[in-house]
């Protein structure tokens, strides 16, 4: 048994989940797999997902593969997940219908497909995210129903949001940036104790029960308006009230003893400037809360549009954002493609990192989805066709990889790419097949996660091809 992971804990957490009637008590460790050979294994696997999003778009140039199917080659931009190409699908032409025309709404919308109408007076709305959806079905099984990280911390403000995961409500869930302070979050003992923590949540839930009995009471004065919003707010404080419940039935299992040499990195803050570290870092604790099961479905922010680092450590001092409005300089363009190969080092890193833990007799990587890829494809004008996706992970769950599955292809002069500026921003800035939509790919991985679904927002269907 991995020596991380106390007997204690496991233990006490196999008898919560029975009797919270879970399917899937613990992740698959050697040590639970039955001796006599051909014994059946009665645990189900856990199936995890995973998104990491970064702002601004790249340089399509140095990013885009030019030829399609299983016999292409890597892109500059891409040549650092060489080691992993048999672990990824490489996707052009996908875009949001939603999402077209839009500017830095593009992370609000991206794990939501959902209209924002940014230009006008209407009122932010909007829906649940593809994550949120697996957490609610995966939430039984984990301490924390999700875990929502980003380069800032919080929520952001609408139509410029610094988190991924947005409630069944559309509320943004707030993200945390700090890997020390999430490490304590996750590993580190309750503060002033159990009792403590007990009382904090009984006065949570006292002032939640105030909260409901004064709505419920204003209900009956309100017209049908003012309850449809109403009823947006309770369903929000009822989430909180559920949140807290759990809390509470996991405050008497002990939490996962974490080895001091794996929680030596997370006892320090890493500042920003150090991007690469920082970074880093952050991909080492979701590893590390996906190895010891205390989630099974994480949000990442690399950045955000108007927050996007720098990278010292390769000599580029401008933030990705300013990068992203090169308009066409070569210099600033030659800069927005080392800042993408970067980015791409340290997802290759945290793949690695994945395909090296043991989950079972599989890697971890291969019981783990990870969507990579931007709301936003051309970042000077705002493009949002031929989205920059790829997918990666998830063979144990079912996925077929090794290839470059292209939708702008039957649309290209001759079927190839010049791979030159003006093709790179025409074919950013209106998708060349409408089907090619990123909401497929999303149901594909709901399916994948045993969600039963066969719909998410505007999508078609599953994507046959790496199923």
Not at 107 to 135: C, F, P
Not at 412 to 432: A, C, F, M, Q, V
């Amino acid at each position: 048994m991995s020596n991380i992971i106390s007997q204690k804990w496991l233990l006490n957490r196999r008898h919560f989940l029975r009797g919270l009637g879970a399917t899937v008590a613990l992740p698959l460790l050697n040590a639970m797999i039955p001796s006599r050979a051909g014994a059946a294994v009665a645990l189900d696997k856990p199936r995890r997902s995973v998104f990491v999003y970064i702002p601004n778009g790249v340089n399509g140039m140095t990013w885009q593969v030019a030829k399609s199917g299983r016999d292409y080659e890597l892109s500059q931009s891409l040549a650092p997940l060489a080691k992993h190409r048999g672990d990824m699908t490489i996707f052009s032409g996908l875009h949001h219908p939603n999402g077209i025309g839009q500017a830095h709404v593009c992370a609000d919308t991206w794990l939501t497909g959902a209209k924002i109408d940014a230009q006008s007076a209407r009122k932010y709305e909007n829906t649940i995210s593809v994550d949120q959806i697996m957490a609610g079905v995966t939430e039984k099984q984990t301490r924390f129903p999700s875990l929502e990280l980003s380069i800032s911390s919080g929520t952001g403000r609408p139509l410029n949001s610094t988190t991924l995961a947005f409630s069944r409500d559309g509320v943004p869930l707030p993200a945390e940036d700090n890997p020390r302070l999430v490490f304590n979050r996750l590993f580190g003992e309750e503060q002033g104790g159990l009792a403590a923590q007990r009382a904090r949540l009984g006065k949570r839930r006292s002032v939640l029960d105030a909260v409901l009995e004064d709505a419920n009471s204003l209900r009956r004065q309100l017209g049908d308006d003012d309850r449809g919003k109403l009823d947006e707010y309770l369903h929000s404080v009822r989430d909180v009230e559920q949140r807290t419940e759990r809390l509470d039935a996991w405050l008497d299992i002990p939490k996962p003893t974490v080895d001091k040499n794996l929680a030596a990195p997370f006892q320090r803050d890493v500042p920003k400037s150090k991007a690469g570290e920082y970074w880093r870092t952050m991909f080492d604790l979701i590893v590390l809360a996906l190895r010891t099961d205390m989630t099974r479905v994480v949000t990442y922010m690399n950045g955000s549009e108007g927050n996007g680092l720098a990278i010292p450590e390769i000599g580029i001092t401008q933030a990705r954002h300013g990068l992203s409005h090169h308009n066409g300089d070569p210099v600033v363009l030659d800069r927005l493609a080392k800042s993408d190969a970067f980015i791409m080092e340290q997802f290759a890193h945290f793949l690695d990192e994945l395909a090296a833990v043991k989950d079972g007799d599989e890697p971890l990587l291969d019981r783990t989805m990870i969507l990579f890829g931007s709301g936003m494809s051309y970042g000077h004008s705002h493009c949002n066709a031929n989205l920059p996706i790829l997918l990666a992970g998830g063979r144990g769950l079912g996925l077929k990889h090794g290839q470059h599955i292209d939708y702008n292809k039957p649309f290209l002069k001759n079927g190839t790419y010049t791979l030159g500026y003006d093709e790179w921003r025409e074919i950013s800035g209106k998708p060349k097949d409408g089907k090619a939509r990123l909401s497929n790919l999303m149901l594909t991985m709901l399916q994948k996660m045993d969600i039963h679904t066969e719909k998410f927002v505007d999508s078609l269907g599953p994507i046959s091809e790496i199923v």
